[in-house]
């Protein structure tokens, strides 16, 4: 038997004039997920975000809640409410107010809002700001009431429009933090939008890469992060090394690629499919590659050597950026465990560089 | 900070100067004057007397008693009231729908919305009010097509020129720009984002706009309110023209006491009663809205 999802976007299109917001997306969403749309500014996440909570109408295309359209739903009628990314808390209302607003909707009696209001009050541990109003709070406090509001009425579905952009950045750790924690209480499905690729890995189980309209990848974070399936990817998630090449031969997962300039390396466990001749770019994470004055590799490892062009001391480690033989700038890790050891080189210094067969991931043109 | 704070009143000088001399102390001759013998020709009689070398006061208690010997002025602010109330409210219910549809209009078109607002002052009020005298006119067409219609139906003849309706009619016109101005800049900073959140949390059309959008708009309904009540209550100039002898409003009575009768003292007491009516009615209007809002 197949399992139905929570949620099912079917080739759904949008289009603005000459614009294509969204180009035949279709997606799966289970219950209980916490999933992130992800990508850069105008790459369809929003637009694709205001259609689930039908504020806007797809060109084509179903959208399907437990196997039933909602397309012809207005947004009042549809089971999911949105956290927007400025909060829209009533300023004429107080905070409990705030909160009863779809209770007060749904035509629940006052005792039962009451109730549930400080219940919701207490789970968002602000249970003192009840008779307080909207303008009163703190950034991180309006965002808890916002989320107390969307919940409160125990929706199938929560969707959030870079909810945490407009919090400084240790405030923003923190909600995270409580999102995650939220989340896995509740067990509320959760669509998150955001282009910050580093709280998409942090938040999610699952994310869609987004460009142009369309979907580019679906994946959970580590594999996201390590398995990059295009340069886009790769180089929108984290800091990637992008060497290219052609493959010259390939033998079951193994696979020798010839670098320009570089010459041939050796790539093993791949999981790209590819036939010799093709364009292909091996994708490396800066992490991934060892960087010393003599790096003696050993038999599995590609090396070669270069100098020191740029380093970036960022406290926990050093970011080096190495010109290979070739003039190919590549950016290497070193973390700054050693005590009292904080720079290991200076720009200028030559050194060397290795990367095991399997650190690199091949993706295609 | 104190150099600051001495900068801020030294700015404020130039207008709180001119508030003192042309509002504060004319208000206080005013009020001087509603207690002082009217002059044998007109104007103001002397204050004092000079009575065998020693100056006396001669002040009376006399305009303010005839205001309250009959009921007639009573029953003069009352239709002046009136008539503001009446304005007020129409130009709310005419004036919101309006500012409403321009705040909520794209911005090319807004501009060109306001301007249409904006345009009956770019000719002269008086001019405008002869130009409904003759739309008016038993003779003009909008009576003669309301005649005829009536006539159909088997009922008598109307006339609109000195009519109640025909004052409204003129009130309203000449004042809904001052409600649609001020509603209209209230409702364009509403945060759109609100009503959506509204509709996501299952609020319908109706709901949006009584819990949301209405409660917002208070403070520009307040200021609008006052702007169209204030100048209505003292109106002369539409009333002269077109009441007749039923359109009265206090403004008349106080410019022919002035003008006509000669009469300042007593004119100056009914000025101060509507000076003194227009605040109560700004006071309460503002305490009115702080509390709506919340604050």
Redesign the interface.
Known sequence: MEITALLEIVDVSRHFDDFVALDKVSLRIEAGEFFTLLGPSGCGKTTLLRLL???DQPDGGDILLDDKSIISA????RPL??I?Q?Y?L?????VAENIG??LR??GCAKKDIQARVSEALENVRLPDKARH?PDALSGGQKQRIAIA??LV?RPRLLLLDEPLSALDAKLREQMQIELINLQKDIGITFIYVTHDQGEALALSHRIAVMDQGRIVQVDVPERLYGFPNSRFVADFIGKCNLLEGNVREQQGNSVTVELDGLGPVHVCRSETKCVAGSRCALTLRPEKIRIAANVSPTEDESHFSGSVHDMLYLGDVTVYIVALSNGLLLEALLANSASGRTNFFEVGDSVEVAWSCDAGHLVLE | MQGKAWYKYLLSLPPMAYLLIFFAAPTFIMLFASFRYAGEYGGLAPWYLHEGGRLTLDLTLENWQRLLETDIYLRLFLRSIGYAVATTLLCMVMGYPLALMIARSGRKHRDLLLLLVILPFWSNFLVRIYAWMIIFSPAGALTRMINGALELLGMGSVTLMYSPTAMLVCLVYVHLPFMVLPLYANLEKHDLDLLDAAQDLGAGKWRRFWLITWPLSLPGITAGSILVFIPVLGMFAIPDLLGGTNGIMIGNVIKQQFMESRDWPFGSVLSMVLTVTAVAVVLLGSRLGARREGR
């Not at chain 1, 207005?74 to 009628?77: F, L």
């Not at chain 1, 009533?90 to 107080?94: E, I, Q, Y």
Request: aromatic residues 20%; glycine residues 4%.
């Open positions: 909570a039908g504020f207005p947004p009042e009628q409410h949105t927007f400025n829209a009533f300023p004429h209302m107080t607003f779809p909707m749904a109003y509001r969307a009425n």
